[in-house]
């Protein structure tokens, strides 16, 4: 079956601690998004990216960084420098000629 | 301004109503419009996609966009307890560019 997979789908982080969230795709699309959805907020933007080895800040990047080295893949660290990172991580890519976009199930990131 | 204003509710209604979801935005080069349904805990999935201006219909569902008012909208007929979720609205000028989200709509239908 065709989809997105994000792993793992619940995540403990210590604090100073960097952690890696991953996002994997076989539709074979071009771009891929990384969302923040904090309770009773909308969906916020960290980074994107349109095509592979090339990405793009959103609304919120400060203390997030991203790769994108394979066309399905695109992984998340949350870095100590991120303050405020528990929060619930959504993941999404989109086709070429079609602006859908279609979401994995998420990962719940808890700062212990 | 927000790009994108949807109204949060919550919005509760019975089993059997006809249901209004709305979202208005400001950026006129906007022209892909999409409504998400988000269960408790779960990643949002795709509901109703349409291009530019005019109506589709898809079973229960209706989606509407006037470009010329910048006001969307989603209708919800005979309205089912398992329609309780919260319903994002999204749209974009582009077609691999960012989307641009409101804050979603929590509905609750009860029976």
């Known amino acids: 079956d065709g989809g997105i997979t994000q792993s793992p789908k619940y995540l403990f982080r210590k604090e100073g601690q960097n952690v890696t969230l991953s996002c994997e795709q076989n539709l074979n699309h071009d771009a891929m998004y990384w969302y923040r959805q904090d309770p009773g907020q909308g969906l916020r933007l960290i980074y994107y990216?349109?095509?592979?080895?090339?990405?793009q800040k959103g609304d919120i990047a400060e203390g997030y960084s991203v790769s994108r080295e394979k066309k399905e893949s695109f992984p998340l660290t949350v870095t100590s420098a991120q303050k405020n990172p528990t929060a619930f991580y959504l993941c999404a890519s989109s086709g070429q000629g079609r602006d859908e976009a279609f979401f994995g199930q998420g990962t719940r990131l808890t700062v212990v | 301004q927000k790009e994108v204003e949807q109204d949060p509710g919550p919005l509760s209604v019975p089993e059997g109503a006809i249901v209004s979801l709305n979202c208005t935005y400001s950026?006129?080069?906007?022209?892909?419009f999409m409504w998400y349904r988000q269960y408790s805990r779960k990643g949002p999935e795709l509901l109703m996609y349409t291009y530019s201006s005019g109506n589709k219909e898809d079973g229960r569902f209706t989606a509407q966009v006037d470009k010329s008012s910048k006001y969307i909208s989603l209708f919800i007929r005979d309205s089912q307890p398992s329609d309780s979720a919260t319903y994002l609205c999204a749209m974009s000028g582009s077609t691999l560019g960012r989307l641009y989200f409101g804050r979603g709509t929590q509905l609750t239908v009860w029976p």
């Open positions: 990216s349109q095509i592979v080895n090339d990405f």
């Open positions: 950026n006129s080069a906007f022209q892909y």
